[in-house]
C-alpha cells in the first residue's frame, strides 16, 4: 500500500559526485559558488572584490524602497565584519552600488548582479529583484556574513561573476499549519526570514483548525477565548493554545512585505471547523455543544450550510481578515469536508430542495460559490484545496491541487489558476528519512524526490500551462509541536522546492544541488536554524549475525565525517572517526553520524547486531506467490520456497517484492510467567498465531499499520506462526513484545527455535 515509511532506501541521496568546480575551487582556496536556487545564467569571472573597511552601499535616493533595502544589507554587512560600511548616494569605488533601471527582460522580480575586482552592482526592473540580487550576493560571501556578531579574520571576498537571474513561476509558496500546533509570532517571522532567503515569495498560513482557531476577530470574541484553547493533544493532559492579536497579524505582514513575500492566509471553511463551532455551536447543523479538537483526523461536525447565521459569520470574518491581508489571495480551505451532519440536518436539506440541488457536494459547491461572491465583492481572488472541484467549481477560484494533480490538470483546463502541491512531493509533514528520523505523518519524502518535482503536467497544452502559478511545500503540524521541528522538516526540502520554483528547469541537476547544498548547512547553523543533514549509508535496523562481521559506512556526498560509538551513546564531534570498515563481535549497538563542515550533526543511526545460534535458534519460513485481497489460507496453497531463517521480518528471505505471501513457524521461549502484548505491523495484511490460536489479526489490504494483544503467558516454550501477503507498494513486516523483563523490542531472534 502507499504509506511507505520504513523500506524505501533514500535513492537519490545515494548518488557519488565527481569533482566539480566548486570541490576544484575550494581546493584552490577560492571562494566556492553555491547559490540556491540555482540562478538563470552565472559566467565565473577571474579575482574576487573585497570588502573592507572602506567599503560602501550605494544607493539612488529617489526610491525609499531601495534605501530601505540598502539599510538592511548596511546592517548586515556591519554586524558580520565590524566595519562601517555606510549607505551612500554617490557611486564610487569600493562600492556595493544598488540601483533600479528600466529593463524588461527582468520582469518585476529578476535582477542583474555584477561582481568585479572594483565594485558590487545590483540592477533591478524592481525592488523585489533588488531583494533577490542581494539574497545572491549573500550567499556569495563567506558563511560567516550570516552570523549575529563580528567575525575577525575572513577575507570578506565575493568571487568575480556576472548572473542574470528570474524566477520560473511566480507562486513560490510555502504552507504553515499553525492550528494544529501554534507557533509565535517571533517564530513566523524566522519562517518569512528562511523562505526569503531562498526566494519564495508566498506564505499560506493555515490559520484556523478542528484544534485551534489563531486569528483573533473583533466581531466574535469567543474565536479567541475559547475556540483558541484545547484541553489537551492526543491524550498528553496539557492544555495547547494561542491566538495572533490583529496588531500581531498586521506585523507579520508588514514585515513578509517587506522581504516581499504576500501572506495568504486560511480560513478553513466549511470542514476543519470544530474549533469555530466550540465557540460558536449555532452555526453547526446538530446544535452542539463542542469541544476544540484535541486528536487528528477529519471530523464530522463543520459548518451547517443551511444556516443564514453561518454565511452572515463567515462574511463578517472575511471582512476582517480581508482588512487585515493586503494580498490578492484568500484561501478558504474547502478540504476534507464530510458531508454526514448535512445528510441528516433539515436545513441544510430544505436548502438542497429549495435550490433544486441534486446532493450535498452540490450543497458545498453552492457554499464555496457564495463565499465567493463575498472576496470578489472585496476585489479578493478565492483559492482552495482541490475538493473545490467537487460539485462544480466557483467561476473564478484558484485551485490548490493537493490529491495528486488530477484536480490541478483539471482546473487548469477548464480556465482556472492552480498552485501545485501534491502530497508526493510538497508534503513536508511526510518523512525525510527511512531511518533515524523523529515521528511524522507517515508517507515518505525524501528530498530527492522534492527536487525531482515538475509543477507542469505534461498533458497540458502551452495555453493551459499558463495556469499553474507555481507550487507549495505544506507543512502539516500535526506531529510536530515546537518550531524548531518545524524548521526540521521544512528548511532543505524548501531549498529543493526553491529550485523547482524559480530556477529554469534545464537548469536542474540534482547532484549538482547536493554539492551546492553543503556549504548552507553551515549558513543555517550561524543563523540558528535548524535542518536535517543527510545521515549515513550502510547502517539502520537491525542485523542477526552468527558471531562476528564488520560495518562498512559511507556519505551519501563527498565531504563529510562520519562519527561512531559502540557504547549505545549518540555520536559526538568527540566521538570516533570512521575510516574502515569497523569489526563487529557479538552483541553490539553501532551508532553513526556525520557532520559536514560547520553543519549539526546528522540524526544518529542505529543498528542493533544480534547475535544468534544456528544450533539453537531459527524459524521455519515459506514463501508463496499470488495476488490476494486478504490472506489466503496459505496451508492449502503449496510453497515456492522454503527454508531456514532467523527473524520474523523481510530482511532474511528472498522474495519478488510484490504478489507473495510468507509463513513463519516456530517456537518462542518466554522467560518468565506474566502479562505480554504482542505488536504485529505490516504493510499489507498479516496475522499471529500462539499456541495454535489467532492471537492478532492484520488482515487486509493496508498501509504500515500496527495491531496490538495482550495476555497472560507461562514462562516456557509456545508455538508461533505469522502468516503475511503483500500486494503492492510499500511492504513492512515485524513483530514487537513488552512484557515481564522487555521493554517494547523488536522480537529478539534468540527466543525463537525450530522445534
Ligand atoms: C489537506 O492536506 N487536507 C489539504
Ligand atoms: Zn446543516
Not at 495547547?240 to 495568504?264: C, L, M, N, P
Not at 524548521?487 to 524548501?494: G, H, K, N
Not at 507498494?729 to 523490542?745: H, R, T, V
Given at each position: 500500500m502507499k504509506a511507505i515509511r520504513f523500506l524505501l532506501p533514500v535513492i537519490g541521496l545515494c548518488l557519488a559526485v565527481s569533482p566539480d568546480s566548486t570541490l576544484l575551487s575550494m581546493q584552490k582556496n577560492e571562494p566556492a559558488i553555491a547559490v540556491i536556487p540555482k540562478p538563470l545564467s552565472m559566467k565565473k569571472e577571474s579575482g574576487t572584490f573585497n570588502v573592507s573597511r572602506t567599503t560602501v552601499v550605494a544607493v539612488d535616493e529617489g526610491v525609499p524602497e531601495l534605501r530601505r533595502l540598502a539599510d538592511d544589507l548596511s546592517l548586515r554587512l556591519r554586524t558580520a565584519t565590524g566595519f562601517p560600511v555606510p549607505v551612500v548616494s554617490k557611486s564610487g569605488s569600493n562600492a556595493i552600488r544598488l540601483a533600479i533601471v528600466s529593463d524588461s527582460e527582468l520582469g518585476d522580480e529578476g535582477y542583474r548582479l555584477s561582481v568585479s575586482k572594483k565594485a558590487v552592482v545590483i540592477e533591478a526592473g524592481k525592488p523585489a529583484g533588488v531583494f533577490y540580487g542581494v539574497q545572491t550576493l549573500l550567499q556569495l560571501l563567506p558563511p560567516d556574513v550570516e552570523k549575529s556578531a563580528v567575525t575577525a579574520g575572513p577575507t570578506w571576498s565575493i568571487p568575480c561573476v556576472r548572473i542574470e537571474d528570474k524566477p520560473r513561476f511566480p507562486w513560490r509558496g510555502m504552507h504553515l499549519d499553525v492550528g494544529r500546533h501554534f507557533f509565535s509570532k517571533d517564530s513566523v517571522k524566522r519562517y518569512i526570514d528562511m523562505?526569503?532567503?531562498?526566494?519564495?515569495?508566498?506564505?499560506?498560513?493555515?490559520?484556523?483548525?478542528?484544534?485551534?482557531?489563531?486569528?483573533?476577530?473583533?466581531?466574535?470574541?469567543?474565536?479567541?477565548?475559547?475556540?483558541?484553547?484545547?484541553?489537551?493533544?492526543?491524550?498528553?493532559?496539557?492544555?495547547?493554545?494561542?491566538?495572533?492579536?490583529?496588531?500581531?497579524?498586521?506585523?507579520?505582514?508588514?514585515?513578509?512585505?517587506?522581504?516581499?513575500?504576500?501572506?495568504?492566509?486560511?480560513?478553513?471553511?466549511?470542514?476543519?471547523?470544530?474549533?469555530?463551532?466550540?465557540?460558536?455551536?449555532?452555526?453547526?447543523?446538530?446544535?452542539?455543544?463542542?469541544?476544540?479538537?484535541?486528536?487528528?483526523?477529519?471530523?464530522?461536525?463543520?459548518?451547517?450550510?443551511?444556516?443564514?447565521?453561518?454565511?452572515?459569520?463567515?462574511?463578517?470574518?472575511?471582512?476582517?481578515?480581508?482588512?487585515?491581508?493586503?494580498?490578492?489571495?484568500?484561501?478558504?480551505?474547502?478540504?476534507?469536508?464530510?458531508?454526514?451532519?448535512?445528510?441528516?440536518?433539515?436545513?441544510?436539506?430544505?436548502?438542497?430542495?429549495?435550490?433544486?440541488?441534486?446532493?450535498?457536494?452540490?450543497?458545498?459547491?453552492?457554499?464555496?460559490?457564495?463565499?465567493?461572491?463575498?472576496?470578489?465583492?472585496?476585489?479578493?481572488?478565492?483559492?482552495?484545496?482541490?475538493?473545490?472541484?467537487?460539485?462544480?467549481?466557483?467561476?473564478?477560484?484558484?485551485?490548490?491541487s493537493w490529491r495528486g494533480i488530477k484536480g490541478g490538470i483539471e482546473a487548469a483546463k477548464s480556465g482556472h489558476d492552480v498552485v501545485m502541491t501534491p502530497t508526493s512531493y510538497c508534503y513536508f509533514d511526510y518523512y525525510q528519512g527511512a531511518v533515524g528520523e523523529p515521528a511524522a505523518m507517515g508517507g515518505f519524502l525524501p528530498i530527492d524526490s522534492v527536487y525531482a518535482y515538475e509543477p507542469v503536467p505534461d498533458v497540458l497544452t502551452a495555453e493551459e500551462a499558463h495556469h499553474i502559478l507555481g507550487a507549495q511545500g505544506n507543512v502539516w503540524t500535526e506531529w510536530i509541536p515546537d518550531y524548531r521541528h518545524a524548521e526540521y522538516m521544512a528548511t532543505t526540502r524548501m531549498m529543493a522546492l526553491s529550485e523547482v520554483v524559480w530556477s529554469a528547469k534545464s537548469r536542474r541537476n540534482f547532484e549538482d544541488f547536493l554539492r551546492r547544498i553543503i556549504p548552507h548547512y553551515q549558513r543555517l547553523s550561524n543563523r540558528d536554524i535548524n535542518y536535517r543533514v543527510p545521515t549515513p549509508l550502510g547502517v539502520g535496523g537491525r542485523k542477526i549475525i552468527l558471531r562476528d562481521t564488520v560495518a562498512a559506512i559511507t556519505s551519501p556526498v563527498p565531504g563529510a565525517t562520519i562519527y561512531y560509538t559502540l557504547d549505545g551513546s549518540d555520536p559526538t564531534p568527540g566521538s570516533a572517526i570512521y575510516s574502515s570498515p569497523i569489526a563487529i563481535n557479538g552483541d553490539r549497538v553501532l551508532k553513526a553520524s556525520l557532520q559536514f563542515p560547520g553543519s549539526r550533526m546528522s540524526n544518529p543511526i542505529t543498528t542493533a547486531f544480534l547475535t544468534v545460534d544456528p544450533a539453537l535458534n531459527g524459524l521455519r519460513f515459506e514463501y508463496f506467490e499470488g495476488g490476494w485481497d486478504f490472506l489466503p489460507d496459505l496451508r492449502i496453497i503449496t510453497p515456492v520456497k522454503t527454508g531456514v531463517t532467523y527473524d520474523i521480518g523481510l530482511g532474511g528471505v528472498p522474495t519478488r517484492g510484490r504478489n507473495y505471501g510468507l509463513v513463519f513457524k516456530g517456537t518462542m521461549t518466554l522467560p518468565a510467567d506474566g502479562e505480554y502484548t504482542f505488536f504485529l505491523l505490516s504493510d499489507d495484511g498479516s496475522k499471529l498465531f500462539i499456541d495454535g490460536k489467532e492471537f492478532i489479526n492484520n488482515d487486509g489490504l493496508h498501509g504500515s499499520v500496527e495491531v496490538s494483544s495482550k495476555a497472560s503467558f507461562a514462562r516456557g516454550m509456545h508455538s508461533i506462526e505469522v502468516r503475511y501477503f503483500q500486494r503492492g507498494g510499500g511492504q513492512d513486516l515485524g513483530i514487537s513484545i513488552e512484557g515481564p523483563g522487555f521493554a517494547k523490542q523488536l522480537l529478539p531472534p534468540r527466543l525463537l527455535s525450530l522445534q
Amino acid at each position: 500500500m502507499k504509506a511507505i515509511r520504513f523500506l524505501l532506501p533514500v535513492i537519490g541521496l545515494c548518488l557519488a559526485v565527481s569533482p566539480d568546480s566548486t570541490l576544484l575551487s575550494m581546493q584552490k582556496n577560492e571562494p566556492a559558488i553555491a547559490v540556491i536556487p540555482k540562478p538563470l545564467s552565472m559566467k565565473k569571472e577571474s579575482g574576487t572584490f573585497n570588502v573592507s573597511r572602506t567599503t560602501v552601499v550605494a544607493v539612488d535616493e529617489g526610491v525609499p524602497e531601495l534605501r530601505r533595502l540598502a539599510d538592511d544589507l548596511s546592517l548586515r554587512l556591519r554586524t558580520a565584519t565590524g566595519f562601517p560600511v555606510p549607505v551612500v548616494s554617490k557611486s564610487g569605488s569600493n562600492a556595493i552600488r544598488l540601483a533600479i533601471v528600466s529593463d524588461s527582460e527582468l520582469g518585476d522580480e529578476g535582477y542583474r548582479l555584477s561582481v568585479s575586482k572594483k565594485a558590487v552592482v545590483i540592477e533591478a526592473g524592481k525592488p523585489a529583484g533588488v531583494f533577490y540580487g542581494v539574497q545572491t550576493l549573500l550567499q556569495l560571501l563567506p558563511p560567516d556574513v550570516e552570523k549575529s556578531a563580528v567575525t575577525a579574520g575572513p577575507t570578506w571576498s565575493i568571487p568575480c561573476v556576472r548572473i542574470e537571474d528570474k524566477p520560473r513561476f511566480p507562486w513560490r509558496g510555502m504552507h504553515l499549519d499553525v492550528g494544529r500546533h501554534f507557533f509565535s509570532k517571533d517564530s513566523v517571522k524566522r519562517y518569512i526570514d528562511m523562505m526569503a532567503s531562498y526566494k519564495m515569495n508566498t506564505f499560506h498560513w493555515h490559520l484556523t483548525e478542528d484544534q485551534g482557531w489563531r486569528i483573533e476577530i473583533k466581531k466574535y470574541p469567543r474565536l479567541t477565548s475559547v475556540s483558541a484553547w484545547r484541553r489537551e493533544s492526543n491524550g498528553d493532559g496539557i492544555p495547547h493554545g494561542g491566538f495572533y492579536s490583529r496588531d500581531e497579524v498586521r506585523e507579520v505582514v508588514q514585515y513578509a512585505k517587506d522581504r516581499f513575500i504576500t501572506v495568504v492566509p486560511e480560513i478553513e471553511m466549511p470542514g476543519h471547523s470544530q474549533a469555530a463551532l466550540a465557540g460558536y455551536p449555532e452555526l453547526s447543523c446538530s446544535g452542539g455543544p463542542f469541544k476544540v479538537g484535541t486528536d487528528w483526523g477529519v471530523i464530522n461536525d463543520v459548518f451547517c450550510a443551511g444556516n443564514e447565521k453561518t454565511f452572515k459569520f463567515l462574511e463578517d470574518v472575511i471582512d476582517e481578515v480581508t482588512g487585515l491581508f493586503p494580498g490578492a489571495f484568500l484561501h478558504i480551505g474547502g478540504d476534507e469536508c464530510p458531508k454526514l451532519r448535512w445528510s441528516n440536518c433539515k436545513r441544510c436539506q430544505d436548502r438542497i430542495a429549495g435550490l433544486g440541488l441534486k446532493n450535498e457536494d452540490e450543497l458545498q459547491s453552492y457554499f464555496i460559490k457564495r463565499i465567493e461572491g463575498m472576496l470578489n465583492a472585496r476585489g479578493k481572488r478565492l483559492v482552495g484545496w482541490d475538493e473545490i472541484l467537487e460539485g462544480g467549481l466557483a467561476p473564478n477560484a484558484t485551485v490548490m491541487s493537493w490529491r495528486g494533480i488530477k484536480g490541478g490538470i483539471e482546473a487548469a483546463k477548464s480556465g482556472h489558476d492552480v498552485v501545485m502541491t501534491p502530497t508526493s512531493y510538497c508534503y513536508f509533514d511526510y518523512y525525510q528519512g527511512a531511518v533515524g528520523e523523529p515521528a511524522a505523518m507517515g508517507g515518505f519524502l525524501p528530498i530527492d524526490s522534492v527536487y525531482a518535482y515538475e509543477p507542469v503536467p505534461d498533458v497540458l497544452t502551452a495555453e493551459e500551462a499558463h495556469h499553474i502559478l507555481g507550487a507549495q511545500g505544506n507543512v502539516w503540524t500535526e506531529w510536530i509541536p515546537d518550531y524548531r521541528h518545524a524548521e526540521y522538516m521544512a528548511t532543505t526540502r524548501m531549498m529543493a522546492l526553491s529550485e523547482v520554483v524559480w530556477s529554469a528547469k534545464s537548469r536542474r541537476n540534482f547532484e549538482d544541488f547536493l554539492r551546492r547544498i553543503i556549504p548552507h548547512y553551515q549558513r543555517l547553523s550561524n543563523r540558528d536554524i535548524n535542518y536535517r543533514v543527510p545521515t549515513p549509508l550502510g547502517v539502520g535496523g537491525r542485523k542477526i549475525i552468527l558471531r562476528d562481521t564488520v560495518a562498512a559506512i559511507t556519505s551519501p556526498v563527498p565531504g563529510a565525517t562520519i562519527y561512531y560509538t559502540l557504547d549505545g551513546s549518540d555520536p559526538t564531534p568527540g566521538s570516533a572517526i570512521y575510516s574502515s570498515p569497523i569489526a563487529i563481535n557479538g552483541d553490539r549497538v553501532l551508532k553513526a553520524s556525520l557532520q559536514f563542515p560547520g553543519s549539526r550533526m546528522s540524526n544518529p543511526i542505529t543498528t542493533a547486531f544480534l547475535t544468534v545460534d544456528p544450533a539453537l535458534n531459527g524459524l521455519r519460513f515459506e514463501y508463496f506467490e499470488g495476488g490476494w485481497d486478504f490472506l489466503p489460507d496459505l496451508r492449502i496453497i503449496t510453497p515456492v520456497k522454503t527454508g531456514v531463517t532467523y527473524d520474523i521480518g523481510l530482511g532474511g528471505v528472498p522474495t519478488r517484492g510484490r504478489n507473495y505471501g510468507l509463513v513463519f513457524k516456530g517456537t518462542m521461549t518466554l522467560p518468565a510467567d506474566g502479562e505480554y502484548t504482542f505488536f504485529l505491523l505490516s504493510d499489507d495484511g498479516s496475522k499471529l498465531f500462539i499456541d495454535g490460536k489467532e492471537f492478532i489479526n492484520n488482515d487486509g489490504l493496508h498501509g504500515s499499520v500496527e495491531v496490538s494483544s495482550k495476555a497472560s503467558f507461562a514462562r516456557g516454550m509456545h508455538s508461533i506462526e505469522v502468516r503475511y501477503f503483500q500486494r503492492g507498494g510499500g511492504q513492512d513486516l515485524g513483530i514487537s513484545i513488552e512484557g515481564p523483563g522487555f521493554a517494547k523490542q523488536l522480537l529478539p531472534p534468540r527466543l525463537l527455535s525450530l522445534q
